[in-house]
Nanobody, 121 residues
Framework: QVQLVESGGGLVQPGGSLRLSCAVS????????MGWYRQVLGKQREFIAR???????NIKDSVEGRFTISTDNAKNTVYLQMNSLKPEDTAVYYC???????????????WGQGTQVTVSS
């Protein structure tokens, strides 16, 4: 059974940094990409960043230059380095992975449980 487990959230002051991690465990055939989303209570979940298995990344315009996505393919782990954090970055951050459990399967999206990031003085 595939599981995604996020870590690294917490409380940080404005201007501070956090590094989120998301590890994929379980048996699967291949992974297309991994990404990060965030959600504020009462609002829709929004895309933040995505990186493909061959290292191509794209990041939401409003966080580009402050957030960086990277992976350790050997560990099936994706990271989100967040610098110069602002109060409006406060949200629950979720990671997602698009992968195939077996060869020939469709690609399905799997989600982590989320980690809270609070930016406040």
């Amino acid at each position: 059974q595939v599981q995604l487990v996020e870590s690294g959230g917490g409380l940080v002051q404005p201007g501070g940094s956090l590094r989120l991690s998301c590890a994929v465990s379980g048996i699967f055939f291949s992974m297309d990409d991994m990404g990060w989303y965030r959600q504020v209570l009462g609002k829709q979940r929004e895309f933040i960043a995505r990186i493909t298995s061959d290292g191509r990344a794209n990041i939401k315009d409003s966080v580009e230059g402050r957030f960086t996505i990277s992976t350790d393919n050997a560990k099936n782990t994706v990271y989100l380095q967040m610098n110069s954090l602002k109060p409006e970055d406060t949200a629950v951050y979720y990671c997602a992975a698009n992968l195939k459990i077996r060869a020939g399967d469709f690609t399905y999206q799997y989600w982590g449980q989320g980690t809270q990031v609070t930016v406040s003085s």
